[in-house]
């Protein structure tokens, strides 16, 4: 749809009879109103009692006292073709997102996308608007690495982005946009090149904080590496290490795919993204190749500690393989000769022998300290 349709479309809904949706719509807008900052960090639902976060309207990068509702910032908007809207959304429903996709004339199929999560990070293009989807991680802090522990919290924030609105849906308790919209607010002069800088601070904030999460994790790795190679590694849970790489894995599953989306933003021209804005996409793109690249040296890393691990487990068993059979060794020889003479045979020479006694005690105790100080001098003991 055109934006002139978008215009008709806002200015006569009472006029088709659509009042009813005119007050579904300022209904949820109203919800966004305020007049002091909100917080948008956790908890998960936003403090002003439902989806929206926040709603604000922007003119050459500085923020305009706001509006009655969200409809009327739109008009106000198109009224006189400058600034642009960023609503900011936390988990919507489909009741709470569809008047909202109606007013903005977003896709079904990225509606769908931005409501139930769960998707891998992508950028498409539906008519006038851009939506695109990333992947968000945190770090989760741990006294001690487990089996069981969780390293790697993920989330997701999705953007609709067109020429005179942005809007961010987030999934997930982490991955707040506050501080970001803060700093870009104090930097009117990034904030006035349009929702594509929107779009390129919160692509920028997710890969940077890829990095920092891969920057903890590796504490963790070189804390499970000088536990292994410690004197006792063999001792060391392997369920540890196991459960690191799946946290790993879950955190390649959110950078790698990122990738594609980037070069695309990147390199492609689009009518939403000014050529400024794409060379800046492109450092964030670098950014994100180093983040791919440390989680990769961090997998191999890993595997070879594992094989480490096992080869130690094997050398210990080994080990304690030698000493069993070296003590059996020792345990034999009395065996033997203490079977010998219990068989209970009359006619047995050293029976009735004076020195038979002492002479076969002593013979056992120089054969056992015989192969006692050979298997030691071979380090089997």
């Known amino acids: 749809m055109s934006m002139a349709g978008n215009l008709r479309k806002v200015g006569g809904l009472g006029k088709v009879g659509s009042l009813r949706k005119v007050r579904g719509l300022r209904r949820v807008a109203r919800l966004g109103r305020r007049d002091a900052r909100v917080d948008l960090s956790h908890p998960a639902r936003s403090p002003l009692g439902s989806s929206v976060v926040n709603c604000v309207t922007y003119r050459e990068g500085v923020r305009q006292p706001p ?22 959304l936390h988990e919507p429903t489909e009741e709470e997102f569809a008047d909202i996709a109606d007013l903005f004339d977003l896709h079904p199929l ?68 506050g501080p970001l919209r803060e700093a870009l607010e104090a930097a009117p002069e990034q904030l006035a090149q349009g929702p594509a800088a929107v779009l390129h601070a919160v692509a920028d904030q997710v890969v940077d904080d890829y990095l920092a999460v891969t920057s903890a994790a590796q504490a963790d790795i070189d804390q499970v590496e000088s536990d292994v190679f ?12 196991y459960q690191l790489k799946r946290e790993l894995l879950e955190l390649k599953r959110a950078v790698v795919p990122l990738g594609r989306p980037l070069q695309t933003l990147a390199t492609q021209p689009m009518r939403i993204i000014a050529p400024e804005i794409q060379a800046y996409f492109r450092d964030v793109d670098d950014h994100l190749k180093r983040a791919t690249e440390q989680i990769a040296a961090f997998d191999e890393l890993l595997n070879s500690i594992l094989q480490a691990h096992l080869a130690q487990v094997t050398v210990a068993q ?6 069993i059979t070296a003590w059996a060794a020792v345990v034999a020889v009395p065996t033997m000769v203490c079977g010998m003479y219990g ?4 006619h047995m020479p050293e029976l009735h022998w004076q020195f038979g006694y002492p002479l076969v005690m002593g013979m056992i105790a120089a054969v056992c300290t015989a192969l006692y100080r050979g298997f030691r001098r071979n380090g089997w003991l």
């Open 67 to 88: 509006a009655r509702d969200l409809v009327e910032s739109v008009e106000r908007i198109r009224k006189s073709d400058d600034g642009f809207v960023w609503l900011g």
């Open 110 to 177: 990225a509606v769908e996308d931005a409501v139930h999560a769960h998707q891998r990070p992508k950028v498409e293009r539906y008519d006038h608007t851009l939506f695109a989807v990333f992947k968000t991680v945190c770090y989760v802090e741990h006294t001690e690495l487990t089996a069981t522990s969780e390293v790697v919290d993920t989330g997701e924030i999705m953007l609709f982005v067109g020429r005179d609105f942005v809007i961010t849906v987030r999934h997930g308790s982490h991955g707040s946009l």
């Open 230 to 241: 410690a004197p006792d590694g063999a001792r060391v849970d392997p369920g540890r290490i």
């Open 318 to 323: 080994n080990e304690d393989m030698r000493k």
């Open 343 to 346: 068989m209970n045979f009359d």
